[in-house]
């Protein structure tokens, strides 16, 4: 049999091989049938925003046609491209956090949804100027919900999370007039910006994207976080495996796939239900195990340790194991080629999301009001399906690893206070983790997040990056699909602490963490921002000063685009592994890789190659230590 070489991963390169051998096509297979991608899209000099096109604008410069019917210019087109695509990621998180604040405004004592980190709730009340004191705890939380749910729509004033960025960053983003107010608000400014006959500058295209990615990280996403930490707790270390393995020959295998914990958190429960037990076993399966996927994968792991079946590139993979009985999915990153695909085996395909209706999918949807029970129903259909299995068909690699999850900034900063003595004043901060940066023992930080893209070998680009990283005693923050590739690579347990250089080995060992720390989800990486802004304020520095780099080696949504930009906006330079559809502008790819360091003191780098990625950022962040005097 041909060797696929699709990944790194032998899980995946065993499962690719079955579905050779099945007849059952996966994404590598139709990456391979879209031969030659279109040249126009891939720099993004196609425009198709109204019927007087679609216009392509010739790549090369007096040949061709060098506009639009309308006028618009190579520029003006990819500026625009650019700015929905960071329009679509900014829509895509913000509306899972206005979900999760719906969720907030119906939890009750009684209900399926309850309050789970009361001190969590209090504090944000606080920051947000709510009346705490002789209130029941739930007119509390509804009242946050209230307040969370007006960031979206409000008429007047800046994001509330703002205010948690330093000064510093907060007078950069002043200057350059790209604080963002209500969230809907500046997904609906580039949308009508970039309408025909609309905005024709590609510098204010550029300036309104980073705006609208700020409304995403400090904004949307950072809601997300903080309310489902409220509702469901936040996540503390915890043990876990990871990849294909995860899943039982003799269990009911049941995936959750998609995005927001308020179904997963269901399930998490309905599989616990003794009715649901007792049922399994009389279908003849000896329990229920459930697995995750994506970032649903990285919720519910990080709050209970639910095993982690793979990454996004492996949600076929999952169904070609024939060992599964249903894919429960809500939204995002949801393959619909997992439809057909689920019709050749048993398993059970279930959409839930009135949001992500899928034409061959069996649609079960998830009340929220009568949560618990509707999580029941659909478990139930994985259960009796247990019975269909061709066993025949089932094939479950043995390859898992162990990880050690759940490393909120809450819990870094409770793993840190392991190396504080008797300071009181330095307990529950970042100090411990400032002062090893300060003194060189650890030379920086990388935030390593994002997805699978089949333009690169599965994981590789993830797992080379953190390798070469972790060797030269920069620590890793991750989140997403990446979090998923390290842990099945086995870069977070703590044994992994042997591949890191002297500094960060000794770091591991002193405060009891593995070197590549799984942050949660990609609206987790809100918690990033706020570890980052969080040291920067510890060190009386922008954010823009620190040692500290972003990554998405192996992006590919929109949500990814508006993460790169949020994060470069916020003074953090970040590395992308797949070039981004700009390459028609010079003006725009100035503005990215050169231009944004003068507006907002970081800028995007591209490089695929991995290794020499890394070595890029370490020279980055060497250059960041020298500027502030640090320890060479
Ligand atoms: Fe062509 Fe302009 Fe219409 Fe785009 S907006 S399709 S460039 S005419
Ligand atoms: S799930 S956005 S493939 S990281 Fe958040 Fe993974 Fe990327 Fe989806």
């Given at each position: 049999m041909e060797e696929k070489n699709y990944s790194i991963d032998p899980v995946t390169e065993e499962l690719a091989r079955k579905a050779e051998k099945e007849g059952v096509e996966t994404l590598w297979d139709r990456k391979k049938a879209m031969k030659t991608p279109c040249g126009f899209g891939e720099q993004g000099l196609c425009c198709r925003i109204c019927a007087m096109g679609p216009c392509r604008i010739s790549p090369t410069e007096g040949k061709g046609a060098q506009r639009g019917i309308c006028g618009a210019t190579a520029d003006v087109i990819v500026a625009r491209n650019l700015a929905r695509?960071?329009?679509?990621?900014?829509?895509?998180?913000?509306?899972?956090?206005?979900d999760i604040a719906h969720v907030l405004h119906m939890a009750s004592r009684d209900g399926n949804y309850k309050i789970t980190d009361e001190k969590k709730l209090l504090n944000l009340a606080a920051e947000w100027k709510i009346q705490t004191e002789n209130r029941d705890i739930y007119d509390i939380a509804h009242?946050?919900?209230?307040?969370?749910?007006?960031?979206?729509g409000k008429p007047f004033g800046a994001l509330k999370l703002l205010e948690r960025a330093p000064e510093q960053r907060k007078q950069v983003w002043e200057k350059n007039q790209i604080i963002p107010g209500a969230i809907d608000k500046e997904i609906v400014t580039i949308m009508h910006s970039t309408h025909i006959g609309c905005c024709a500058n590609a510098e204010d295209l550029i300036y309104k994207g980073m705006k609208g990615s700020l409304a995403d990280g400090w904004g949307g996403s950072m809601i997300g976080t903080e309310l489902s930490d409220i509702l469901f707790g936040v996540p503390v270390p915890r043990e876990t495996e990871a990849n294909l393995g995860v899943l039982e020959e003799d269990q009911v295998n049941i995936i959750v796939h998609g995005h927001e914990p308020s179904l997963s958190e269901m399930i998490v429960l309905a599989v616990e239900d003794p009715e649901l037990l007792q049922l399994a076993k009389e279908v003849g399966a000896k329990g229920i195990n459930l697995a995750g996927m994506c970032c649903t994968s990285n919720e519910v792991t990080m709050r209970h340790?639910?095993?982690?079946?793979?990454?996004?590139?492996q949600q076929e993979l999952a169904i070609i194991t024939g060992a599964v009985e249903a894919v429960i999915v809500d939204v995002q990153c949801i393959f619909p080629a997992l439809a057909p695909l689920a019709k050749c085996y048993h398993t059970k395909f279930i959409t839930t999301s009135p949001k992500a209706k899928i034409t061959g999918a069996t649609h079960i949807e998830f009340e929220e009001e009568k949560a618990l029970a509707s999580a029941k129903q659909i478990v139930k259909e994985a259960i009796l399906n247990f019975k269909n299995r061709n066993k025949?068909?089932?094939?479950?690699?043995?390859a898992k690893s162990p990880a050690m999850v759940g490393y909120s900034v809450e819990a870094i900063k409770n793993q840190l206070d392991r190396v504080v003595n008797s300071n009181i004043d330095e307990i529950g901060t970042l100090k411990p983790l400032a002062d090893c940066i300060v003194s060189g023992v650890l030379r920086g930080a990388?935030?390593?997040?994002?997805?699978?893209?089949?333009?690169?070998?599965h994981d590789y680009g993830h797992i080379e990056l953190m390798k070469e990283l972790i060797k030269n005693d920069i620590i890793i923050v991750t989140?997403?699909?990446?979090a998923q590739a390290a842990a099945k690579a086995g870069l977070m347990s703590k044994e992994a602490r042997k591949f890191a250089g002297k500094?960060?080995?000794?770091?591991?060992e002193l405060v009891d963490i593995p070197p590549v720390l799984h942050m949660g989800s990609c609206v987790d990486i809100s918690r990033i921002l706020l570890l980052v802004s969080e040291l920067a304020q510890l060190l009386q520095v922008d954010m823009s000063a620190l040692p500290v780099v972003g990554a998405a080696p192996e992006w590919m949504s929109e949500k990814a685009v508006s993460i790169g930009t949020y994060v470069v906006t916020s003074g953090i330079d970040t590395w992308l592994g797949v070039v981004p559809p700009v390459t028609g502008s010079a003006t725009v790819v100035d503005l990215l890789t050169n231009k944004a360091e003068d507006i907002v003191g970081a800028k995007f780098y591209v490089e695929p190659d991995p290794r020499k990625a890394a070595q890029q950022m370490i020279e980055r962040i060497e250059e960041k230590r020298e500027a502030l005097g640090l320890s060479l």
């Open positions: 695509m960071i329009a679509g990621g900014l829509a895509t998180h913000s509306d899972h956090g206005r009242e946050v919900a209230e307040v969370a749910l007006n960031e979206f340790g639910i095993k982690i079946a793979g990454n996004f590139a025949e068909k089932v094939f479950i690699p043995q990388a935030g390593i997040v994002g997805c699978n893209n089949p333009k690169i070998k989140t997403g699909c990446a500094g960060l080995e000794r770091v591991c």
